[in-house]
């Protein structure tokens, strides 16, 4: 949820970020969204990869990568080759932690709730879209008060939240799996 919101802070502006603060024209903006929407394609594929390796234990580094791209992202777009680019490592990022989390909360579901199997595949649509709407809203007062450039600033402060909600989160299950042994 937190990690979306993040993303989305940016995400919800991008078009205007991308013809107003690195002065594409229309027809450019069109070719970089479907660009971007590829390397959101990248980040689902990579996420499921990850969900399969552990992926939970690795989103600590995941979301310092994310919230490092978000601070880099207002210093970034005062230069159209440099924006692209980290608006792009965000696009790869932005997805990563959807497979591991839906993971999780299956195998908790399985292994402590077995009857709300069904109710724990719906909780990471759920989360994603609070994220989502969250993110926007966000996004929404940081350009209003100071500026599409700032949004990354906006983003980096749900990501460094996301660290410490995941970090907590991974110390949990360590706990939880040393209990059951």
């Known amino acids: 949820m937190l990690t979306l919101a993040g993303v ?23 070719i970089i969204l479907f660009v971007y929407g590829f390397m959101s ?15 939970l234990a690795k989103m600590p580094k995941v979301f310092t990568i994310e919230g ?5 992202l207002p210093f970034a777009l005062f230069n159209r080759i440099t924006g ?17 989390v ?13 009857q709300s199997m069904v109710m724990a595949s719906s909780l990471n649509s759920i989360f994603a879209n609070f994220g989502i709407a969250l993110g926007s809203a966000t996004g929404g007062l940081v350009v209003d008060h100071f500026g599409l450039a700032a949004t990354g600033f906006g983003g980096a402060i749900y990501l460094a939240i996301t660290l410490v909600v995941v970090i907590w989160l991974n110390r949990i ?9």
């Open 84 to 100: 692209l680019l980290v608006l792009m490592a965000l696009g790869v990022c932005m997805y990563l932690h959807n497979s591991p």
């Open 8 to 30: 989305y802070v940016v995400y919800t502006y991008l078009r205007p970020i991308l013809s107003q603060q690195l002065n594409f024209s229309a027809s450019a903006v069109t």
């Open 41 to 55: 394609l990248i980040s689902n594929q990579l996420s499921g990869r990850l969900a399969n390796h552990n992926g």
């Open 173 to 181: 299950n360590q706990q939880h799996q040393q209990s059951h042994q």
């Open 68 to 72: 490092v791209i978000l601070l880099l």
């Open 102 to 114: 839906q993971m999780h909360f299956l195998a908790v579901a399985e292994a402590d709730y077995p």
